[in-house]
T-cell receptor
Framework: DAGVTQSPTHLIKTRGQQVTLRCSPK?????VSWYQQALGQGPQFIFQ???????QRGNFPDRFSGHQFPNYSSELNVNALLLGDSALYLC?????????????FGPGTRLTVL | QQQVKQSPQSLIVQKGGISIINCAYE??????FPWYQQFPGKGPALLIA?????SEKKEGRFTISFNKSAKQFSLHIMDSQPGDSATYFC??????????FGTGTRLQVTL
């Protein structure tokens, strides 16, 4: 049973460019959340998708957008990249919105903006 | 925005010693308190979690202690091993499972 998978592993972009990160949830999970983890910091919640809709959003600008597909996989898009967007982007999945079921994290995508 | 305050920022423990990491939270509506372990280059992995209806939970060498009145919970790692060297995060869920993470504790276990 594959866990949460993310692609690509690493990515280098320049300021102003756009980037798309991808996530496949753990088998049986239908809820995907995205987190940004800056170096030496804890993960910060970006947004969450369930039933192909954004259900919750953290304190991130509209340059950050996402999508969830019918197979529950998800994409994170970041437009007009800034140097400060350099971070590890983590995807987490769980079953459903309610309750306190464990969120499982993927290995992350390391984004470097030059 | 709810906060979870974690201390210490870093910790060095000798092999066989006890590692203790503390977290304090604000929102009394939190009902699930997980600890995550993260190795360099990896995503966080759930280590152990507790619900507020119990004051302590033990899994192997890892124990969570929960003090509801003080709004604090802590992680104890008994008989710490070099393989435990990692960054540890406490977290609390907000609405619909949005996790709020602490700032992390970098643990180094020396020989």
């Amino acid at each position: 049973d594959a866990g949460v998978t993310q692609s690509p592993t690493h990515l280098i972009k320049t300021r102003g460019q756009q980037v798309t990160l991808r996530c496949s949830p753990k088998s049986g999970h239908d809820t995907v959340s995205w987190y940004q983890q800056a170096l030496g910091q804890g993960p910060q919640f970006i947004f969450q998708y369930y039933e192909e809709e954004e259900r919750q959003r953290g304190n991130f600008p509209d340059r950050f957008s996402g999508h969830q597909f019918p197979n529950y996989s998800s994409e994170l898009n970041v437009n007009a990249l800034l140097l400060g967007d350099s971070a590890l982007y983590l995807c987490a999945s769980r079953g459903g919105l309610a309750g306190t079921d464990t969120q499982y994290f993927g290995p992350g995508t390391r984004l470097t903006v030059l | 925005q709810q906060q979870v305050k974690q201390s210490p920022q870093s910790l060095i423990v000798q092999k066989g010693g006890i590692s203790i990491i503390n977290c304090a939270y604000e929102n009394t509506a939190f009902d699930y308190f997980p600890w995550y372990q993260q190795f360099p280059g990896k995503g966080p992995a759930l280590l152990i979690a507790i619900r507020p209806d119990v004051s302590e939970k033990k899994e192997g060498r890892f124990t969570i202690s929960f003090n509801k009145s003080a709004k604090q919970f802590s992680l104890h790692i008994m008989d710490s091993q070099p393989g435990d060297s990692a960054t540890y995060f406490c977290a609390a869920p907000g609405t619909a499972s949005k996790l709020t993470f602490g700032t992390g504790t970098r643990l180094q276990v020396t020989l």
